[in-house]
């Protein structure tokens, strides 16, 4: 599968989010079942960061961050984000990643690429979730995230 899609936000300090694909329906284990699929995920909270993920019994693990942002991820600027993921062999999963401000030509290069061969997630289908994020832990939370043009299809 290949998904685009835009984010936004208010506050990029405290927040982040991630986009799942392979998704089984859970939530971490907050579900009777736990969460499990791959993701990739835009943070700000722990500085200007892009990475892939998975999730298996309810564990988010991050399998390779990008942090070499020319010009650090700020508030109230619109990016664009792809993921790619592709079943590389029956036992090994390529994930790919990119992000660039909307509006600008998308970069050429991946900025991630790597592969993953955890055995409950080859070779299966599943959903696609989204997971905002907010690393404020007093008062209440304001700050928006926007999650915008979502497109998912056939990889290429």
Do not use: C
């Amino acid at each position: 599968i290949e998904v685009t899609f835009q984010v936004q936000f208010e506050n990029i300090a405290t927040q982040g989010v991630g986009y799942y694909v392979r998704q089984n329906g859970g939530w971490l284990r907050g579900t009777a079942v736990h969460g499990q699929g791959y993701a990739v995920f835009v943070e700000g909270f722990r500085g200007s960061r892009l990475g892939v993920w998975k999730e298996v019994d309810g564990q988010e693990i991050e399998i390779m961050p990008y942090t070499a942002f020319g010009t650090p991820l700020q508030s109230n600027l619109l990016y664009q984000v792809r993921l790619r993921v592709t079943q590389a062999t029956p036992s090994v999963t390529r994930l790919q990643a990119r992000l660039w401000l909307a509006g600008q030509a998308e970069p050429a290069a991946w900025q991630l690429d790597a592969t993953d061969a955890t055995p409950t997630l080859q070779n299966v289908s599943g959903g696609m979730a989204v997971d905002s994020y907010s690393s404020q832990t007093t008062g209440t939370i304001t700050a928006a995230t926007l999650v915008d043009n979502i497109a998912a299809g056939p990889p290429g």
